[in-house]
């Protein structure tokens, strides 16, 4: 990375956010669309993510490496608030009357749609877990980061990461097994790089009867 990368953003300078944007931004939606379960969803949260990323700019350390924790961490926050206010939507619409039949849906997303509904299966089973622990999962598990870089996102220390990362694998890997059958980790998703060494993170192994 530039060394004055960090400070351009800081700085607010159109070019380091349009290479932050493209270095960052598909890992940024990624993210978001397993929070979500919802490809528009996680569309528009991403967006949100930059827009509150350029009225942070500010608050960013001039030093450090990737910028991509700091973007998860906004992401959190973004879907949270998001999810808060879906739900006085929810509670507003159920008061109106149910609407007409929708058309169908073109062929071309029956795919996205089997993507969507493995997801919010997987949410169901996500949400079992408490919030802290789901966020833990998502930024080391899915989406990859340290120990160190998720205890940036989510401001803790990096002893609460690790304690919460083991108790929501545990956690996760028992009620994936009883409602879902599947393993919920992507392949290379149990080792955790911490400054010079690798840590071994057991994965979970897939049981077949």
């Known amino acids: 990375m530039d060394p004055g990368f960090r400070a351009r953003v800081r700085a607010g300078d159109e070019g380091a956010f349009n290479a932050l944007f493209r270095e960052h931004g598909k890992a940024v939606y990624n993210h978001c669309f397993r929070l979500t379960g919802d490809w528009a969803g996680a569309e528009d949260c991403t967006s949100l993510v930059f827009l509150e990323a350029w009225r942070l700019r500010e ?40 609407p007409g039949l929708l058309p169908d849906f073109a062929d071309e997303l029956v795919g996205r749609l089997e993507d969507q509904e493995l997801i919010a299966a997987v949410r169901q089973v ?34 609460t990461v690790r304690s919460r990362l083991s108790r929501a694998r545990r956690r996760l890997e028992k009620l994936a097994r009883k409602n879902l059958g599947v393993d919920l980790e992507p392949p290379g998703a149990g080792r955790q790089i911490t400054d010079d060494r690798t840590e071994k993170v057991r994965p979970s192994e897939r049981r077949t009867r």
Do not use: F, N, T
């Not at 960013?60 to 949270?80: C, Q």
């Not at 966020?135 to 002893?159: K, N, R």
């Open 59 to 98: 608050k960013v350390d001039p030093e450090g490496g990737s910028l991509l924790p700091w973007l998860l961490g906004i992401a959190h926050y973004v879907v949270h608030r998001r999810r808060r206010v879906g739900r006085r939507h929810q509670a507003l619409m159920a008061r109106m009357p149910a």
């Open 126 to 159: 996500l949400d079992r877990l408490s919030r802290g622990d789901r966020e833990v999962l998502a930024l080391c598990v899915w989406a990859g980061l340290d120990y160190a870089g998720a205890a940036q996102a989510l401001g803790v220390p990096v002893g």
